[in-house]
């Protein structure tokens, strides 16, 4: 029987740190070491908090939707670790060691060049873009739910408001309103509960917002030197496009992804 790489034994999952805290449990660093000599890989471990309100059945859900996701932007699923007798389990992913975008921005903020925020957003669009043609609505994307893999290579990660739409409809509709932050909310979320890949690309619009502005949501430190002077207004009309009221008139991730390549070409 081949060996099923997927599945993580407890007992060779090594604690290492926390790595942060979301709304259903925590993630952790582990290393994998299955022969004890320190020389297995170093891996996320999301734990579910079984009684912090998202239960089993939704984690399985996430744990299902990230496993079958095969992309050089979105964060790779590794497994699955079952404790107390499979009462319980863990979501193995790949660690990626520079940690979240929000954090990584604002720390090299002085040297971060226009031309990287441009690749990031570009790598962005292009893992959104694969979400849609696996009609996976992410309902949480923000700056804190991309994680960054090296110095030119960002992945979209946390899947757990994740939903696919159903096969006769290009929106999904909750039933009561959601647990995303509103400030990265479209109006059709807030107003009715209407969640689509329009809605991913609002939230979108956000990211760009935080990505050149240093995530530093307190003032909109936009890069202002003035050569940049012509990025920085054809960035601010990225994010209104994507800020368009009626989503029908927003533009698509594939649009997107056409406009922020143009502008990597214009900046060369
Ligand atoms: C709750 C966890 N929070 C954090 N995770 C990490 C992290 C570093 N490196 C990582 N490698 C793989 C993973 Cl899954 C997380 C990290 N860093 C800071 C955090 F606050 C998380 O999952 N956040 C969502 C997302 F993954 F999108 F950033």
Redo the contacts with the bound molecule.
């Keep these: 029987v081949p060996h099923d790489q997927t599945l993580f034994e407890e007992r060779h999952l090594c604690y290492i740190s926390p790595?942060?805290?979301?709304n259903f449990g925590?993630?952790e660093?582990c290393r994998y070491d299955p022969l004890g000599d320190n020389t297995g890989e170093l891996v996320?471990v999301?734990k579910l908090q079984p009684n912090k309100g998202s239960n089993l059945e939704d984690f399985q859900k996430e744990v299902k939707m990230l496993s079958v996701l095969h992309c050089d932007y979105i964060?790779k699923y590794r497994g699955v670790c079952y404790s107390m007798g499979r009462l319980s389990m863990s979501l193995v992913?790949?660690?990626?060691?520079?940690?979240?975008l929000t954090?990584y921005v604002w720390t090299n903020r002085h040297n971060i060049t226009t031309r990287r925020m441009l690749l990031f957003s570009s790598q962005i669009c292009k893992g959104m873009e694969y979400l849609q043609t696996q009609r996976y609505v992410h309902r949480d994307l923000a700056a804190?739910?991309?994680?960054v893999a090296n110095e030119s290579l960002v992945k979209?990660?946390?899947f757990g408001l994740t939903k696919v739409l159903p096969f006769d409809k290009e929106y999904y509709r909750l039933s009561q309103p959601g647990q995303s932050p509103l400030f990265w909310l479209a109006p059709e979320c807030l107003n009715e509960n209407k969640f689509s890949h329009k809605s991913d690309v609002w939230s979108f619009g956000i990211v760009l917002h935080e990505l050149f502005s240093y995530c530093d949501n307190r003032c909109l430190m936009f890069i202002l030197n003035y050569n940049n002077m012509f990025f920085c207004s054809v960035v601010y009309s990225l994010m209104k496009d994507c800020w368009t009221y009626d989503f029908d008139k927003r533009p698509s991730f594939s649009d997107l992804s056409k406009k922020v390549e143009n502008m990597i070409q214009d900046d060369r």
């Excluded at 992913?93 to 979240?100: K, W």
């Design positions: 790595l942060g805290k979301g925590c993630v660093l996320a999301k964060v992913m790949e660690y990626l060691p520079y940690g979240s954090g804190r739910n991309i994680l979209i990660a946390d």
